[in-house]
Protein backbone atom coordinates (compact mmCIF):
# COMPACT_ATOMS: atom_id res chain seq x y z
CA UNK A 1 0.00 0.00 0.00
CA UNK A 2 1.49 3.29 -1.21
CA UNK A 3 0.99 6.08 1.61
CA UNK A 4 2.30 8.77 -0.52
CA UNK A 5 -0.22 11.71 -2.31
CA UNK A 6 -3.15 13.31 -1.47
CA UNK A 7 -5.68 11.09 0.82
CA UNK A 8 -9.63 12.64 1.79
CA UNK A 9 -8.93 12.04 5.35
CA UNK A 10 -6.05 11.39 7.45
CA UNK A 11 -6.39 9.97 11.01
CA UNK A 12 -3.25 9.56 13.27
CA UNK A 13 -3.89 7.14 16.46
CA UNK A 14 -5.47 4.08 16.13
CA UNK A 15 -6.33 3.86 19.70
CA UNK A 16 -10.06 4.09 20.83
CA UNK A 17 -10.81 7.44 19.91
CA UNK A 18 -9.10 7.41 16.09
CA UNK A 19 -10.87 3.87 15.52
CA UNK A 20 -14.38 5.21 16.76
CA UNK A 21 -13.72 8.25 14.71
CA UNK A 22 -12.58 6.30 11.70
CA UNK A 23 -16.32 4.26 11.59
CA UNK A 24 -18.75 6.80 12.19
CA UNK A 25 -17.25 8.99 9.64
CA UNK A 26 -17.07 5.94 7.37
CA UNK A 27 -20.93 4.98 7.94
CA UNK A 28 -21.73 8.39 6.66
CA UNK A 29 -19.42 8.28 4.12
CA UNK A 30 -18.41 5.18 3.14
CA UNK A 31 -16.40 6.35 0.08
CA UNK A 32 -13.78 7.99 1.24
CA UNK A 33 -10.40 7.14 0.41
CA UNK A 34 -9.05 7.51 4.64
CA UNK A 35 -5.82 6.36 6.10
CA UNK A 36 -5.47 5.80 9.78
CA UNK A 37 -1.99 5.79 10.49
CA UNK A 38 -0.26 4.70 13.84
CA UNK A 39 3.30 4.61 15.15
CA UNK A 40 2.99 0.81 16.88
CA UNK A 41 1.94 -2.51 15.30
CA UNK A 42 -1.41 -2.80 15.48
CA UNK A 43 -4.89 -1.13 16.74
CA UNK A 44 -5.28 0.00 20.43
CA UNK A 45 -1.31 -0.79 21.56
CA UNK A 46 -0.98 2.48 23.57
CA UNK A 47 -2.89 3.54 25.96
CA UNK A 48 -6.18 1.84 24.90
CA UNK A 49 -4.62 -2.00 25.94
CA UNK A 50 -3.47 -0.27 29.41
CA UNK A 51 -6.99 0.72 30.37
CA UNK A 52 -9.33 -0.26 33.14
CA UNK A 53 -12.03 -0.49 30.75
CA UNK A 54 -14.69 0.17 33.06
CA UNK A 55 -17.89 2.46 31.76
CA UNK A 56 -20.39 4.36 34.39
CA UNK A 57 -23.47 7.19 33.77
CA UNK A 58 -22.90 8.70 37.55
CA UNK A 59 -22.23 11.88 36.58
CA UNK A 60 -23.85 15.45 37.48
CA UNK A 61 -22.58 17.22 34.39
CA UNK A 62 -25.16 16.69 31.58
CA UNK A 63 -22.31 16.55 29.04
CA UNK A 64 -20.23 14.22 30.78
CA UNK A 65 -23.52 12.01 31.45
CA UNK A 66 -24.73 12.17 27.78
CA UNK A 67 -21.59 11.03 26.46
CA UNK A 68 -21.74 7.72 28.67
CA UNK A 69 -24.95 6.93 28.30
CA UNK A 70 -24.90 7.47 24.07
CA UNK A 71 -21.70 4.76 24.31
CA UNK A 72 -23.09 2.72 27.05
CA UNK A 73 -26.26 2.65 24.84
CA UNK A 74 -24.09 1.84 21.57
CA UNK A 75 -21.93 -1.09 23.32
CA UNK A 76 -24.90 -2.74 25.24
CA UNK A 77 -26.75 -2.91 21.73
CA UNK A 78 -23.67 -4.78 20.55
CA UNK A 79 -23.40 -7.37 23.19
CA UNK A 80 -27.26 -7.69 22.95
CA UNK A 81 -26.52 -8.32 19.07
CA UNK A 82 -24.06 -11.23 20.08
CA UNK A 83 -20.90 -8.81 19.30
CA UNK A 84 -18.62 -10.08 22.66
CA UNK A 85 -17.01 -6.97 23.81
CA UNK A 86 -17.14 -8.75 27.52
CA UNK A 87 -19.45 -6.32 29.13
CA UNK A 88 -20.58 -7.25 32.17
CA UNK A 89 -22.77 -4.74 33.98
CA UNK A 90 -21.02 -5.49 37.49
CA UNK A 91 -21.94 -2.06 38.93
CA UNK A 92 -20.10 0.78 40.45
CA UNK A 93 -19.47 0.90 44.44
CA UNK A 94 -18.10 3.87 46.21
CA UNK A 95 -17.66 3.28 49.46
CA UNK A 96 -18.02 6.18 51.92
CA UNK A 97 -17.03 7.95 54.59
CA UNK A 98 -19.37 10.46 56.92
CA UNK A 99 -17.80 13.41 55.21
CA UNK A 100 -17.69 12.35 51.65
CA UNK A 101 -21.31 11.16 51.57
CA UNK A 102 -22.55 14.85 53.13
CA UNK A 103 -20.90 16.44 50.79
CA UNK A 104 -21.99 14.48 47.64
CA UNK A 105 -25.78 13.98 49.14
CA UNK A 106 -26.80 17.22 46.83
CA UNK A 107 -24.94 15.55 43.77
CA UNK A 108 -26.57 12.30 44.49
CA UNK A 109 -30.02 14.02 44.79
CA UNK A 110 -29.65 15.88 41.38
CA UNK A 111 -28.20 12.66 39.64
CA UNK A 112 -31.39 10.80 40.91
CA UNK A 113 -33.91 13.65 39.45
CA UNK A 114 -31.69 13.04 36.15
CA UNK A 115 -32.64 9.61 35.89
CA UNK A 116 -29.81 7.73 37.17
CA UNK A 117 -30.44 4.56 38.85
CA UNK A 118 -28.55 4.01 41.81
CA UNK A 119 -28.95 2.40 45.40
CA UNK A 120 -27.26 3.53 48.97
CA UNK A 121 -26.12 0.77 50.47
CA UNK A 122 -25.69 0.85 54.68
CA UNK A 123 -23.13 -0.41 56.58
CA UNK A 124 -25.54 -3.89 57.47
CA UNK A 125 -25.91 -4.20 53.18
CA UNK A 126 -22.28 -3.52 52.31
CA UNK A 127 -21.08 -6.41 55.11
CA UNK A 128 -23.61 -8.82 54.22
CA UNK A 129 -21.68 -9.09 50.53
CA UNK A 130 -18.83 -7.80 51.06
CA UNK A 131 -16.69 -10.87 52.50
CA UNK A 132 -13.87 -9.92 55.01
CA UNK A 133 -15.12 -6.29 54.83
CA UNK A 134 -14.16 -3.75 57.69
CA UNK A 135 -16.14 -0.84 57.39
CA UNK A 136 -14.38 1.28 59.65
CA UNK A 137 -15.54 5.00 58.59
CA UNK A 138 -17.33 3.87 56.26
CA UNK A 139 -21.11 5.23 56.56
CA UNK A 140 -22.30 4.26 53.40
CA UNK A 141 -21.95 2.35 49.85
CA UNK A 142 -23.58 4.03 46.77
CA UNK A 143 -24.01 1.54 44.28
CA UNK A 144 -24.67 2.76 40.50
CA UNK A 145 -26.92 0.63 38.54
CA UNK A 146 -25.51 1.37 35.13
CA UNK A 147 -22.36 0.61 35.09
CA UNK A 148 -19.94 -2.10 34.66
CA UNK A 149 -16.63 -3.31 32.53
CA UNK A 150 -15.74 -4.33 28.93
CA UNK A 151 -12.94 -5.86 27.20
CA UNK A 152 -11.03 -3.18 25.68
CA UNK A 153 -9.25 -5.20 23.30
CA UNK A 154 -12.90 -6.38 22.02
CA UNK A 155 -14.47 -3.34 21.65
CA UNK A 156 -11.10 -2.19 19.88
CA UNK A 157 -11.18 -5.28 17.18
CA UNK A 158 -14.71 -4.13 16.84
CA UNK A 159 -14.02 -0.71 15.58
CA UNK A 160 -11.12 -1.79 13.65
CA UNK A 161 -12.13 -4.55 11.60
CA UNK A 162 -15.42 -2.47 11.02
CA UNK A 163 -13.51 0.83 9.81
CA UNK A 164 -11.74 -1.48 7.32
CA UNK A 165 -14.56 -3.44 6.09
CA UNK A 166 -16.15 0.22 5.45
CA UNK A 167 -12.94 1.07 3.36
CA UNK A 168 -10.34 2.52 6.01
CA UNK A 169 -6.66 1.44 5.00
CA UNK A 170 -4.33 1.40 7.99
CA UNK A 171 -0.79 2.19 8.24
CA UNK A 172 0.75 -0.01 11.42
CA UNK A 173 4.59 1.01 12.67
CA UNK A 174 4.11 4.22 11.11
CA UNK A 175 5.54 7.40 13.31
CA UNK A 176 4.53 10.95 12.62
CA UNK A 177 7.43 13.41 12.67
CA UNK A 178 5.38 16.65 11.53
CA UNK A 179 2.43 18.44 9.94
CA UNK A 180 2.20 19.65 6.28
CA UNK A 181 0.44 23.40 6.28
CA UNK A 182 -1.55 24.66 3.24
CA UNK A 183 -0.49 28.32 2.19
CA UNK A 184 -3.16 29.88 4.80
CA UNK A 185 -1.31 27.52 7.15
CA UNK A 186 -3.91 25.42 7.75
CA UNK A 187 -3.06 21.99 8.52
CA UNK A 188 -3.26 19.72 4.76
CA UNK A 189 -1.51 16.39 6.32
CA UNK A 190 1.00 14.66 7.98
CA UNK A 191 5.04 13.63 7.39
CA UNK A 192 6.11 10.39 8.16
CA UNK A 193 9.83 10.17 7.84
CA UNK A 194 10.41 10.98 3.89
CA UNK A 195 6.84 10.26 3.18
CA UNK A 196 4.47 13.68 2.92
CA UNK A 197 0.56 12.30 3.51
CA UNK A 198 -1.72 15.22 2.10
CA UNK A 199 -5.16 14.97 3.10
CA UNK A 200 -8.08 17.22 2.63
CA UNK A 201 -9.21 16.42 6.09
CA UNK A 202 -6.15 15.49 9.22
CA UNK A 203 -7.76 14.51 12.41
CA UNK A 204 -5.15 13.95 15.57
CA UNK A 205 -6.27 11.48 18.02
CA UNK A 206 -3.32 10.49 19.51
CA UNK A 207 -4.27 11.20 23.18
CA UNK A 208 -1.15 11.73 25.31
CA UNK A 209 1.07 12.29 22.34
CA UNK A 210 -0.65 15.50 21.00
CA UNK A 211 0.96 17.54 23.01
CA UNK A 212 4.09 17.09 21.74
CA UNK A 213 3.20 16.28 17.98
CA UNK A 214 1.24 19.75 17.96
CA UNK A 215 2.91 21.32 20.23
CA UNK A 216 6.28 20.31 17.74
CA UNK A 217 4.33 22.31 15.57
CA UNK A 218 3.85 25.37 17.46
CA UNK A 219 0.00 24.68 17.80
CA UNK A 220 -0.93 25.23 21.85
CA UNK A 221 -3.07 21.94 22.86
CA UNK A 222 -5.12 21.92 26.09
CA UNK A 223 -3.57 18.43 27.15
CA UNK A 224 -1.68 17.41 30.15
CA UNK A 225 0.06 14.13 30.73
CA UNK A 226 0.19 11.80 33.77
CA UNK A 227 1.54 8.32 34.36
CA UNK A 228 -1.42 5.97 35.71
CA UNK A 229 -0.69 2.29 36.64
CA UNK A 230 -3.08 -1.18 36.87
CA UNK A 231 -1.84 -4.24 39.21
CA UNK A 232 -3.37 -7.72 38.79
CA UNK A 233 -3.53 -9.35 42.26
CA UNK A 234 -4.39 -12.96 41.65
CA UNK A 235 -8.39 -13.99 43.90
CA UNK A 236 -6.24 -16.46 45.62
CA UNK A 237 -7.27 -18.33 49.08
CA UNK A 238 -10.80 -18.31 50.45
CA UNK A 239 -11.26 -14.78 51.59
CA UNK A 240 -10.52 -13.00 48.57
CA UNK A 241 -12.33 -15.64 46.59
CA UNK A 242 -15.43 -15.06 48.06
CA UNK A 243 -14.68 -11.23 48.00
CA UNK A 244 -14.14 -11.85 44.08
CA UNK A 245 -17.55 -13.50 43.96
CA UNK A 246 -19.78 -11.26 45.67
CA UNK A 247 -23.29 -11.89 45.37
CA UNK A 248 -26.14 -9.90 45.68
CA UNK A 249 -24.84 -6.95 43.72
CA UNK A 250 -25.11 -7.97 39.72
CA UNK A 251 -26.35 -11.15 37.83
CA UNK A 252 -22.17 -11.52 37.77
CA UNK A 253 -21.89 -12.92 40.82
CA UNK A 254 -18.85 -10.59 40.95
CA UNK A 255 -17.62 -7.75 42.79
CA UNK A 256 -18.62 -4.15 41.66
CA UNK A 257 -16.15 -2.06 39.96
CA UNK A 258 -14.99 -0.56 44.20
CA UNK A 259 -12.88 2.50 45.02
CA UNK A 260 -12.56 2.92 48.11
CA UNK A 261 -12.19 6.27 50.25
CA UNK A 262 -9.02 8.16 48.81
CA UNK A 263 -9.68 7.44 45.41
CA UNK A 264 -7.98 3.30 45.20
CA UNK A 265 -9.91 1.20 43.42
CA UNK A 266 -10.72 -2.61 42.29
CA UNK A 267 -12.32 -4.02 39.86
CA UNK A 268 -12.90 -8.04 38.83
CA UNK A 269 -10.27 -9.18 36.03
CA UNK A 270 -9.89 -12.85 35.05
CA UNK A 271 -10.06 -14.89 38.10
CA UNK A 272 -8.18 -11.75 39.73
CA UNK A 273 -8.86 -8.39 41.07
CA UNK A 274 -6.88 -5.16 38.88
CA UNK A 275 -6.31 -2.41 41.14
CA UNK A 276 -5.10 0.82 41.17
CA UNK A 277 -4.88 4.57 42.02
CA UNK A 278 -5.56 7.89 40.64
CA UNK A 279 -2.64 9.68 41.34
CA UNK A 280 -3.37 13.13 41.25
CA UNK A 281 -0.33 14.25 42.70
CA UNK A 282 2.33 12.82 40.12
CA UNK A 283 3.52 14.83 37.80
CA UNK A 284 2.98 15.67 34.78
CA UNK A 285 4.98 13.52 32.05
CA UNK A 286 5.10 11.17 29.44
CA UNK A 287 7.26 7.80 28.68
CA UNK A 288 7.84 5.83 25.28
CA UNK A 289 7.75 2.68 27.48
CA UNK A 290 5.99 2.99 31.34
CA UNK A 291 6.37 0.84 33.60
CA UNK A 292 4.71 0.03 36.60
CA UNK A 293 6.32 1.19 39.83
CA UNK A 294 6.06 -2.17 42.85
CA UNK A 295 7.05 1.05 45.41
CA UNK A 296 3.57 2.83 43.85
CA UNK A 297 1.65 -0.77 44.68
CA UNK A 298 2.89 -0.95 47.89
CA UNK A 299 3.20 2.28 49.43
CA UNK A 300 -0.40 3.89 47.67
CA UNK A 301 -2.67 1.38 46.27
CA UNK A 302 -2.21 -1.28 49.04
CA UNK A 303 -2.89 0.49 51.95
CA UNK A 304 -6.07 1.89 51.45
CA UNK A 305 -7.31 -1.02 49.88
CA UNK A 306 -6.45 -3.07 53.03
CA UNK A 307 -7.72 -1.20 55.40
CA UNK A 308 -11.12 -2.32 54.61
CA UNK A 309 -10.24 -5.26 52.93
CA UNK A 310 -7.66 -6.95 54.93
CA UNK A 311 -7.03 -9.94 53.27
CA UNK A 312 -4.99 -7.88 50.63
CA UNK A 313 -2.46 -7.39 53.39
CA UNK A 314 0.54 -8.49 51.96
CA UNK A 315 -0.32 -9.33 48.53
CA UNK A 316 1.88 -9.11 45.90
CA UNK A 317 0.97 -7.97 42.11
CA UNK A 318 1.62 -10.88 39.61
CA UNK A 319 1.39 -8.54 36.56
CA UNK A 320 1.42 -4.71 36.56
CA UNK A 321 1.43 -2.18 33.58
CA UNK A 322 1.44 1.59 32.90
CA UNK A 323 -0.16 3.93 30.71
CA UNK A 324 -1.01 7.63 30.34
CA UNK A 325 -4.04 9.77 30.83
CA UNK A 326 -4.74 13.06 28.20
CA UNK A 327 -6.12 15.40 30.48
CA UNK A 328 -8.14 18.28 29.36
CA UNK A 329 -7.59 20.72 32.41
CA UNK A 330 -10.52 23.70 32.33
CA UNK A 331 -12.70 20.55 32.85
CA UNK A 332 -11.49 16.89 32.39
CA UNK A 333 -13.94 16.41 29.62
CA UNK A 334 -13.21 15.72 26.20
CA UNK A 335 -12.62 18.12 23.18
CA UNK A 336 -13.52 18.02 19.54
CA UNK A 337 -12.25 20.85 17.69
CA UNK A 338 -10.88 22.22 14.73
CA UNK A 339 -7.51 23.47 15.40
CA UNK A 340 -5.63 25.05 12.29
CA UNK A 341 -7.31 23.45 10.08
CA UNK A 342 -7.06 20.18 11.62
CA UNK A 343 -9.55 17.93 13.86
CA UNK A 344 -7.98 17.41 17.30
CA UNK A 345 -9.96 14.88 19.53
CA UNK A 346 -8.42 14.45 23.13
CA UNK A 347 -8.31 15.15 26.28
CA UNK A 348 -10.79 12.10 27.73
CA UNK A 349 -8.95 12.27 30.99
CA UNK A 350 -9.23 8.71 31.70
CA UNK A 351 -12.71 8.14 30.28
CA UNK A 352 -12.09 7.26 26.45
CA UNK A 353 -13.49 3.75 26.63
CA UNK A 354 -16.64 5.05 28.25
CA UNK A 355 -16.97 7.90 25.84
CA UNK A 356 -15.66 6.72 22.74
CA UNK A 357 -18.52 6.06 21.19
CA UNK A 358 -20.46 9.15 21.64
CA UNK A 359 -16.84 11.16 20.98
CA UNK A 360 -16.44 9.44 17.65
CA UNK A 361 -19.83 10.32 16.55
CA UNK A 362 -19.12 13.95 17.67
CA UNK A 363 -16.09 14.12 15.73
CA UNK A 364 -18.12 12.41 12.49
CA UNK A 365 -20.31 15.29 13.04
CA UNK A 366 -17.63 17.90 13.29
CA UNK A 367 -15.92 16.47 10.40
CA UNK A 368 -19.12 16.70 7.75
CA UNK A 369 -19.87 20.48 9.46
CA UNK A 370 -22.86 19.33 11.29
CA UNK A 371 -24.36 21.25 14.32
CA UNK A 372 -25.70 18.11 15.80
CA UNK A 373 -25.36 14.85 16.35
CA UNK A 374 -27.51 11.94 17.81
CA UNK A 375 -25.43 9.62 19.77
CA UNK A 376 -27.36 6.61 18.54
CA UNK A 377 -30.05 6.77 21.37
CA UNK A 378 -31.95 8.97 19.71
CA UNK A 379 -31.17 12.13 21.82
CA UNK A 380 -29.10 14.95 19.77
CA UNK A 381 -25.73 16.78 21.03
CA UNK A 382 -24.42 19.92 20.05
CA UNK A 383 -21.61 19.29 18.29
CA UNK A 384 -20.05 22.95 19.28
CA UNK A 385 -20.11 22.01 23.21
CA UNK A 386 -16.89 19.90 22.88
CA UNK A 387 -15.40 22.50 20.91
CA UNK A 388 -12.78 24.75 22.21
CA UNK A 389 -14.33 28.21 21.34
CA UNK A 390 -17.77 27.70 21.94
CA UNK A 391 -17.80 24.93 24.67
CA UNK A 392 -20.54 24.67 26.90
CA UNK A 393 -19.26 21.68 29.50
CA UNK A 394 -20.34 21.96 32.91
CA UNK A 395 -18.14 21.42 36.05
CA UNK A 396 -18.40 18.02 37.53
CA UNK A 397 -19.68 17.83 41.15
CA UNK A 398 -19.48 13.93 42.37
CA UNK A 399 -16.01 13.58 42.87
CA UNK A 400 -15.45 10.90 45.24
Known amino acids: MSMSGQHDVVIVGAGILGLASAYHILRQHNDLDMLVVDRLDGPGRGNTTKSAAAYRDMFTSPVNRRLAQGSIHFYEGLQERKRNLGLRRIGYLWLMDDGQFLKNKEALEYMAHAGVVFEVLDQFDLAKHLHGFEPGDIVR ?10 NQNNLTEFYHKEAERLGAKFAFGTKVTGLLFDDKKDVAGVKAGEKELGAKA ?14 GAGIEVPVVTKKR ?5 KAKGEALKKLYSAKGFNAHGLLPFTIVPGGAYLRPGANAFIAGYADEEREPGIEDDPRAEREFYDNRVLPPIAKYFPAFAGTVPEQSWAGHYAYHPPDNVPFVARVHGAILVGGDSGSGIMKADSIGRVAAGLYADRKQVDLGDGKFFKVADLGLEKR ?4 EEFIV
Open 141 to 150: GVLGSRCGIL
Open 392 to 395: KVEK
Open 202 to 215: TMMATGAWMGALIG
Open 229 to 233: QLFSV
